[in-house]
Structure formats: C-alpha cells, structure tokens
C-alpha cells in the first residue's frame, strides 16, 4: 500500500498563508489538486491527523475537518481502522450524481438545471384554485392524473407521434422514468447498448439494475460514425435494450436526423432491441426543431420526458410514453416504490402546458443568447479548447488541450467554480479531455464563470496549485 509521509504532504501542499480562507477548505482543495494531477497517487494512504497537523503548523481541528470535505466530496475515503485514502470522485460506481447545495457563493457550472420561470408560481396558483375539485376524491391516479396524461398525449401527437392517454404513464422526473423502464424491461444480466458519452444517472440505474453497458463512442462530428457502430453492436451484440437520446444528446448535444432515425430504427427492429429514449431535451431545440420522435419511426419504443428542463426540476413531473400494455407493466413497477404522484403539482404541470408554447418561445430565445454569450467567452478567452456549437439542448461539450478535466475541476473548487469531470460522463475513466459546461445561468454569470475557468486553466497548464502568495481570487459573482 502507498503511504505518503506528513513532511512529503506538507511540502506538496506548500503556504497556505495566501489563501482564502477557511483554512480547512484551502487545504483541502490543494490536496484535491495533488490527487487529480497524480503527485498523490490513487489509493495513497494520507497521514494521520496529528502528523499533518504538526507538519504544516495547523490546528488538528483544521486537519480533520479537512479530510472530512475531502471525504464528502470523494477525494479520500476512510476505512474503518485503516486511515484516509486518496480516491477519484465520481468513479463508475460511485451511485447517482445529485446537485450539491448551491448556497456557498460558487457559480454551479456543475448541474444543466435552469432556475425556475415566472410561469412556474403561476401555475402552481392556477393548481390551488383547481384542487378544490379533486379534494372530494382519493386522489390516487397510480399512472397519473387523466387530465395531465391527456394533455402529455397531445403533444406527442403534435410533433408526430400518434398518442392517447392510455399511452402515458407520469414519473417523478424523467429519470424515475428511465429506471422504471429498465427495471421493467431488461432482466439482470442482460446487455443495455448506450451512447458514450452519456447521461450519468441513466448509467447508475442501469447498473443498479444489474444491466451490462454497451458503451458505443459517439461524437457529436461525426454522427454518422456512431450510427455505424451502434449498428455493428446492435447485429452482433443483439443487446435486450438500448438507452438513447437523438434529440441533443446530453452532453454532446447530437441531433439525429430522419435519416439518422430511420436507420437506427431498422437496425433495432433488426436486433430485436427496444429502445428507451430520453427526451428530455428534445423541446429545446434552439436552431430547428427536432424531426419526430424515434418512436415514430419503429414499433415498441418506449420514449421518457420530463417538465425539469422546459421549466423546473423543482417540479419533479416526468413521463414515460409507450404502447398501452406497456404502460399497464410500467405502472405496476412504478407503483411499488411511489404509488402515485402528488396531485397538486400534477395541477400545476397541466397550467404549465397549456402555455407551453409561448413560454417554450421564450425559453429558446434566452436559451439561444446564453449559448452565443458561453460559445464567445469560451473562443476569447480559452481558445485552445475545441468547443462545437449544438443544435439545443443545455450544454456545451467543450474539446480540452489535454487530459486534464479532473484537474481543472479541483483547481476550478478554489476559485469558486463548481465543474463535473469529463470521465463522469462515460464508463470507466476515459474523456479526461472533456469537459461540459452548462449555458443556462444569465450572461454576466456565464462571463464570470468562464473568468474563473480561465484562471483554473492557467493553475492546471502551468503546474496545478496556484503559487504561494498569488492573491486570493475574487468573490465570484453569484
Ligand atoms: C438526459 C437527462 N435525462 C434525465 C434527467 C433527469 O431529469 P429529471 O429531473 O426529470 O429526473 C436529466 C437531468 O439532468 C438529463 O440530463
């Protein structure tokens, strides 16, 4: 086992009197940045409290708290009896990727997740004024509330999908959705083909549900060449599902196009292979709008949206779209662990789509200025990075110089700047070289997040942690 003494700790870490403080933090972050750029390997066993303590003239508490953010933030863990140890954040199996608090004075450029509109208290008005009516009721809809399985159906049939109520099954958010449908179409063992990159909690609720992964590489340049290899792993694989997002992809906001779609549904007809499609970007289109869903264009699919992007996670109303049989064994899974959704905020989803069309206008065009603001700051200041503009969706999947995301995400923490790693996106630890970046928050947040990106950079190109005496960052503007 890799140990590392407290002398060889201290000396790594260096001063600390320039620092932001609290001092715990600052120390913490510099040992984040000697685990993400090697100086301490994976697995090191870190010294005892004590030892560090006295080898940097800290106070014990200092140390302790210290190791603990590092624990909290899984870059050490503690084994009982044995000590902290130095570990990666975010490894393949490290469970779902949730939202940190957002509450501490970083710019989150970590989570795709829009604040809430106007709309939203609007329409949670309009839902009280509504539950005086369903109050006489139970109020159990196991499969949803007709009145919002109705109006989801609409907008199926709208872009292109013939669609009734019974074809709907409302979750709580698109990813109860997606794990509902796993557990209730692939058995443990079998094999899930997915996109790689793909979307983190996907993955963890495939593996949760004892599904093998399929990785299939995709490139947002070079779409045509993921088709090609989705369809050689679908003939020779024959995997019992896939998980797939045409509509711009998360992260790399890849669009298939009809063609795209006809051939990837012939090769899963061919394959035997049903699909589960999440869309939860699909209504965001920024350019022009998305061609009908995939399931249009073969049997059998199962297709999963959500209210959180269109207009807030906050909600958590999501949906799964398929055959009607399907949707009876999807609503009996879902309804082991939930029973039913919550009738007020089903109320709410209804107001909210009604004026969907108007406030999803609106969404794009702010949606269209945030890109262009985070496309511009990124070419001026970073230009060494290969940043590709998406069609929609939320992100931008940004091309780094070298391997160096888990780098920039430690060195990013000091300056305020929260950032998911690359390798979070995909399985294993490959995509080091990538990093994504949301363009949700308001312009002159985005310009001062990319202000610290740029300075995190310059920690990471010229020898990770800041030099001594640097002066402390400035508060980021928040
Ligand atoms: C592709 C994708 N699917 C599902 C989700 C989860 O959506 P929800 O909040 O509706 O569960 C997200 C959230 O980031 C996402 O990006």
Redesign the pocket.
């Known amino acids: 086992m890799e140990t590392t003494s407290a002398r060889r700790l201290a000396e790594l870490v260096g001063d600390l009197a320039g620092e932001r403080p609290p001092r715990y933090a600052a120390l913490a972050q510099r040992v984040r940045m000697l685990v993400a750029d090697g100086r301490v390997p994976l697995g090191t066993r870190l010294p005892a409290e004590r030892e560090l303590a006295a080898a940097l003239t800290l106070s014990r508490a200092t140390v302790t708290a210290a190791y603990a953010r590092l624990r909290d933030d899984g870059w050490a863990t503690a084994r009982q009896g044995a000590g902290t140890f130095a570990a990666l954040p975010a490894g393949p199996h490290r469970g779902a990727w949730v939202p940190g608090p957002v509450d501490d004075g970083s710019i989150d450029m970590a989570h ?2 829009p604040s809430a509109p106007a709309s939203v208290p609007a329409a949670f008005a309009a839902a009280l004024a509504e539950l005086p009516r369903h109050l006489p009721q139970h109020g159990y809809h196991p499969a949803g509330l007709p009145d919002l399985r109705a109006r989801i159906a609409e907008r199926y049939t709208a872009r292109g999908l013939p669609t009734t109520p019974e074809q709907i099954l409302v979750t709580a ?4 959705g ?1 794990a509902t449908a796993f557990q209730t179409l692939v058995r443990r063992g079998q094999r899930l083909l997915t996109e790689q990159p793909t ?1 983190p ?2 993955l963890d609720a495939a593996r949760a549900s004892g599904v093998r992964i399929l990785p299939t590489a995709l490139d947002a340049a070079e779409p045509d060449a993921w088709l090609d290899a989705a369809e050689r792993a679908l003939r020779t694989v024959r995997p019992a599902a896939a998980y797939l ?1 045409p509509d711009f992809h ?1 992260p790399t906001g890849r669009l298939v196009d009809a063609a795209g779609r006809e051939r990837l549904a012939a090769a899963l007809r061919r394959a035997g292979t049903v699909a589960v499609v ?1 869309e ?2 699909a209504e965001l289109w920024l350019d022009t709008p998305a061609p009908p869903p995939l399931a249009s264009f073969g049997e059998g699919h199962v297709s999963v949206g ?1 209210l ?1 992007k269109t207009f807030w ?1 906050g909600l958590r109303i ?1 949906w799964v779209r398929a055959e009607a049989e399907t949707v009876r064994h999807l609503t009996a899974v879902a309804v082991r662990s939930t029973m039913a959704g919550p009738v007020v905020e089903q109320l709410a989803a209804c107001a909210l789509l009604d004026g969907a069309d108007a406030a999803l206008g609106e969404l794009r065009q702010q949606l269209r200025e945030r890109r262009a603001v985070l496309l511009g700051e990124l070419r001026s200041r970073l230009p060494a990075w290969r940043v590709r503009e998406p069609a929609g969706g939320l992100v931008l999947w940004c091309g780094l110089p070298s391997p160096r995301s888990r780098a920039l995400v430690a060195a990013a923490e000091g300056h305020g700047l929260r950032l998911a790693p690359g390798p979070l996106f995909g399985t294993g630890h490959a995509l080091d070289d990538r990093l994504r970046l949301p363009y949700t928050h308001p312009p002159e947040l985005l310009r001062a997040a990319v202000s610290l990106l740029a300075r995190a950079d310059a920690d990471v190109e010229h020898g990770a942690a800041p030099p001594d005496g640097a002066p402390a960052p400035a508060d980021p503007v928040v």
């Open positions: 795709a997740a958010g698109a990813l109860h997606v979307y909690n996907a997002m998360n999440d939860t970007f959500s959180s996670g999501g």
